[in-house]
């Protein structure tokens, strides 16, 4: 009888489903996961978190506009505590926004895109307060981006 015409009885589905089926199986969800936990990390509590730099505003556009050598020291996804004068705060699309003066100049600045729970300490501040933000540096093209940034208390 062709293999193809073959009942599949109980001793087959057992050699089906055998043990290099489930480690394949195994194999895969753990794969799976690992990337699932890479590309959506856990948001860390940026109250708590410990700032790995720390930097006034017109020395960090100094810093990531001057040689090469002194923007290796920062890279993406850092926690940075940046002080600055208060530019312009934006509550635009429910996205609280405070933009940091970082020099006599429109550009560049530093921009902290606040996290949710900083609305009611953010709508207190006023142009050209001076004040100290929390964030994850996400990289610098015309302003140097922060996200998830809290304001620190003194």
Same mark, same amino acid.
Request: hydrophobic share 45%.
């Given at each position: 009888?062709?293999?193809?015409?073959? /009942? !599949?009885?109980? @001793?087959?589905?057992? *050699?089906?489903? @055998?043990?290099?089926?489930?480690?394949?199986?195994?194999?895969?969800?753990?794969?799976?996961?690992?990337?699932?936990?890479?590309? *959506?990390?856990?948001? $860390?509590?940026?109250?708590? !978190?410990?700032?790995?730099?720390?930097? $006034?505003?017109?020395?960090?556009?100094?810093?990531?506009?001057?040689?090469?050598?002194?923007? /290796?020291?920062?890279?993406?996804?850092? !926690?940075?505590?940046? &002080?600055?004068?208060? /530019?312009?705060?934006?509550?635009? *699309? =429910?996205?609280?926004?405070?933009?940091?003066?970082? @020099?006599?100049? =429109?550009?560049?600045?530093?921009?902290?895109?606040?996290?949710?729970?900083?609305?009611?300490?953010?709508?207190?501040?006023?142009?050209?307060? &001076?004040?100290?933000?929390?964030?994850?540096?996400?990289?610098?093209? /015309?302003?140097?981006?922060?996200? *998830?940034? !809290?304001?620190?208390?003194?």
């Amino acid at each position: 009888m062709p293999r193809a015409l073959m /009942k !599949v009885t109980l @001793g087959n589905v057992k *050699n089906i489903f @055998g043990a290099r089926f489930w480690f394949i199986v195994l194999v895969v969800a753990l794969v799976a996961s690992g990337l699932w936990f890479y590309f *959506n990390p856990i948001e $860390k509590d940026m109250a708590k !978190v410990e700032p790995e730099f720390f930097y $006034k505003a017109p020395d960090l556009i100094s810093t990531l506009t001057g040689d090469q050598s002194a923007q /290796k020291n920062i890279k993406a996804e850092k !926690v940075v505590e940046i &002080t600055g004068a208060v /530019k312009e705060v934006n509550d635009r *699309n =429910d996205r609280i926004t405070i933009i940091l003066r970082a @020099g006599l100049e =429109d550009h560049p600045a530093v921009i902290c895109d606040m996290l949710k729970g900083e609305r009611e300490s953010v709508r207190k501040l006023q142009m050209g307060d &001076t004040v100290k933000v929390k964030g994850i540096y996400k990289g610098f093209l /015309k302003d140097a981006i922060f996200l *998830n940034c !809290v304001i620190v208390d003194e």
